[in-house]
């Protein structure tokens, strides 16, 4: 049978090397042992890789508070942006409707001054279309319903009247213009369907 070979067993047959073999550094110097001079050394790394226990659980209670100051402010700051959003929210809309209401105050006075009533219905016209794209450049558009399927999502139905088979289910009048914001209702149109 063979013997089976194991790595931990003693080596037996070894040959010590020449004084000269093996030490590179000087010739004359005695072979030293790593082994032997290990054993007579004092454990330094196994002291040092304990840390006191007192000074880790400081260390990270300060952590721990910085943190939490940290957290404190940033809630503090997020919250005051908050509410000064909300204060301010509407003065970009405002200040878009403010030209609009200046010349709706113009044609007040020139209603009290003028007779021409041409003239004045063209003026509550140019009113109305600068309104109406001081809003289209805010996101605000109508809703376009009128002969078209009623549709809940968008309309609400304030009345249903009898229209005849061809107008049954559509919207056949519209009683209050519908708005939206980008893609979300703003207001839902008030709408007669016939039935």
């Known amino acids: 049978m063979k013997k089976e070979e194991t790595y931990n067993e003693p080596i037996t047959d070894r040959e010590e090397p020449a004084a000269n073999e093996g030490c590179p550094a000087d010739g004359d110097a005695a ?47 997020t919250l005051k942006e908050k509410m000064e959003l909300v204060a301010t929210g509407g003065r970009d809309v405002l200040l878009e409707m403010l030209p609009v209401r200046d010349d709706v105050q113009r044609a007040v006075a020139a209603m009290e001054k003028s007779d021409d009533v041409e003239a004045l219905r063209a003026g509550v016209t140019l ?13 605000v558009t109508e809703i376009e319903c009128r002969d078209k399927e009623f549709d809940a999502d968008l309309c609400e139905a304030v009345a249903k009247f009898a229209a005849g088979e061809d107008k049954k289910g559509k919207v056949i009048d519209v009683v209050q213009t519908g708005y939206m914001l980008g893609e979300k209702v703003l207001r839902f149109a008030k709408v007669v369907v016939g039935e």
């Open 31 to 77: 072979h030293v042992n790593m082994a032997d001079d290990s054993a007579d050394a004092p454990d330094t790394v196994a002291d040092d890789a304990q840390p006191d226990p007192a000074a880790a659980v400081a260390e990270w209670q300060d952590k721990f508070l910085r943190l939490q100051a940290e957290f404190d402010n940033y809630r503090k700051r």
């Open 127 to 139: 009113i109305a279309q600068k309104f109406t794209e001081a809003l289209r450049r805010k996101g």
